[in-house]
């Protein structure tokens, strides 16, 4: 069965430290990639996607992410965390041709201190 | 926003008791999927509708079932409820699916108790 597994459960920076997220994800096939983010309180947002193309993808707020086919991985990177990227941060995968059935990680909790 | 409104926010029922959860989408969403979020875990995919038919489950009883109606509003039923459906409900919405590049929009759920 297709899986997500999020390395960190629980991340602790200083701002302006810089940020990687682990994701990797089991299947073989094409598969589209997601990161979404829930800031406390509110609902999921999507931080970015890859669907096919340039394996280096921006999103929102400063982030990015690589898509490494040969590693089935998708690290979420951000140079220089602030206070307010405090939140948790979900990996997602569903496959191609799909519908919208989204496989997360367990998510992985990132507090920044100020 | 995201467009994507579900009530209530909160409830508490009992074991055995039935629950109807219920979602509004954005004008237009033509696909809507529901998950289970626990505590401590990521969202699972309970299943979805299209244009009012169910045509997706994930690893869910038939305990849990759910419908769509035509003015873009859905509902998740869940029937004997069990302790293990304690968690946080989410509806997502979108206009066509994810894999084919299109937004999934999420509300802020519904937190379910079991007692």
């Known amino acids: 069965a297709q899986s997500v597994s999020q390395h960190n459960h629980h991340v602790i920076l200083s701002e302006a430290a810089s940020l990687e997220l682990g994701c990797n994800y089991s299947y073989g096939g094409t598969v589209n990639l997601f990161w979404y983010v829930q800031y406390p309180g509110q609902h999921l947002q999507l931080l970015l996607k890859y669907f096919s193309g340039d394996p280096l993808v921006k999103g929102i707020k400063g982030f990015e992410a690589e898509f490494i086919k040969s590693k089935f991985s998708f690290n979420l990177r951000k140079p220089s965390v602030q206070w307010s990227d405090t939140a948790e941060y979900f990996c997602a995968v569903t496959l191609s041709g799909g519908y919208n059935k989204l496989i997360f990680g367990a998510g992985t909790r990132l507090a920044v201190h100020p | 926003e995201t467009g994507v409104t579900q009530s209530p926010t909160h409830l508490i029922k009992t074991r055995g008791q039935q629950v109807t959860l219920r979602c509004s989408s954005q004008s237009g969403h033509n696909t809507v999927s529901w998950y289970q979020q626990a505590l401590g875990q990521g969202p699972q995919f309970i299943f979805q509708?299209?244009?009012?038919?169910?045509?997706g489950r994930g690893n869910f009883p038939p305990r849990f079932s759910g419908l769509q109606f035509p003015n873009y509003s859905s509902e998740l039923n869940v029937n004997a409820l069990e302790l293990d459906d304690s968690a946080l409900y989410l509806c997502a919405s979108s206009w066509g699916t994810a894999s084919s590049g299109n937004t999934i929009y999420f509300g802020e759920g519904s937190w379910l108790t079991v007692v």
């Open positions: 509708y299209y244009r009012e038919e169910e045509n």
